[in-house]
């Protein structure tokens, strides 16, 4: 188990570089982050003690159950998930650094007040559905620019980017779109100069079609299956809007 993890850690490492290669770009510009959900912290140690160092949760509830077992390991917790806002706390208390599942003004309001009671910051992605999907988060296209400027004035959320999921297709010309989407309102922003922002980061890419995402300008790819194996549970158990299960 322990030799599998470190293997494929490797092998992504290796298609990171390759794709990075193929599109002239510095390796160094593209972080792995871990998307950890459903496995089970003795699993998580092995990539956390083999050098990995970012890791993410989609369920407050997973994020509060692993918490213990991690914390002795130095690492970065992002949170990638559906956030309901009476969890924030929790997220809060867990130690997440970032964020990278905003999607809407009033989670973005009640993280603030939140973290103006604590005196915190955090670090946010904003979440934008450019697959057009009903079934999956993060808001419209056509609203996240508007959503940028109105985080930006929360002066406890420090915005770093942009977060998307790419379609799930074997056209790679449809996946790539969603991913180029991201890049053009990414660059609108930038154009914007809007105050107290950074939008360097563009959180893109897992294990089905990183090179996509990185050849589009990925800074995160966010990778799972292919390096804990296959989950039990289907991904619509994680981005489906019913809440039934959390
Ligand atoms: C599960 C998940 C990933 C990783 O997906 P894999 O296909 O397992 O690599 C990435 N991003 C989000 C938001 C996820 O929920």
New binding site residues.
């Given amino acids: 188990m322990e030799e599998q993890i470190i293997n494929n850690i490797a092998v992504i490492k290796e298609r990171i570089h390759k794709a990075c290669n193929e599109s002239g770009r510095d390796p160094g510009e593209v972080k792995l982050l871990l998307?950890t959900?459903t496995v089970l912290p003795e699993r998580i140690k092995i990539a956390l003690q083999a050098g990995q160092t970012l890791i993410a949760e989609?369920k407050v509830q997973e994020l509060k159950e692993k918490y213990a077992a991690l914390k002795e390991i130095p690492h970065t917790s992002h949170f990638?998930?559906h956030l309901q806002t009476n969890k924030i706390k929790d997220v809060l208390k867990y130690e997440v650094s970032c964020i990278q599942?905003l999607d809407r003004l009033d989670l973005a309001e009640k993280l603030h007040q939140r973290l103006q009671f604590e005196n915190k910051t955090m670090e946010a992605l904003i979440q934008v559905n450019t697959s057009g999907e009903e079934s999956k988060f993060g808001v419209h296209p056509d609203g996240a620019i508007e959503l940028v400027k109105q985080v930006a004035q929360l002066k406890t959320l420090k915005i770093k980017g942009l977060m998307t999921?790419g379609l799930f297709s074997a056209e790679t010309g449809k996946v790539r779109k969603c991913f180029r989407l991201l890049k053009n309102i990414q660059q609108q922003i930038i154009a914007l100069n809007i105050p107290d922002i950074e939008m360097r980061e563009l959180s893109m890419g897992?294990?089905?079609d990183l090179e996509i995402a990185i050849a589009e300008g990925a800074t995160i790819v966010?990778?799972?299956?292919?390096i804990f194996g296959q989950?039990m549970y289907p991904?619509s158990y994680?981005?489906n809007e019913t809440e039934q299960m959390n």
């Fill in positions: 998307a959900k989609n990638i998930g599942s999921i897992m294990s089905g966010r990778v799972g299956t292919a989950r991904d994680y981005w």
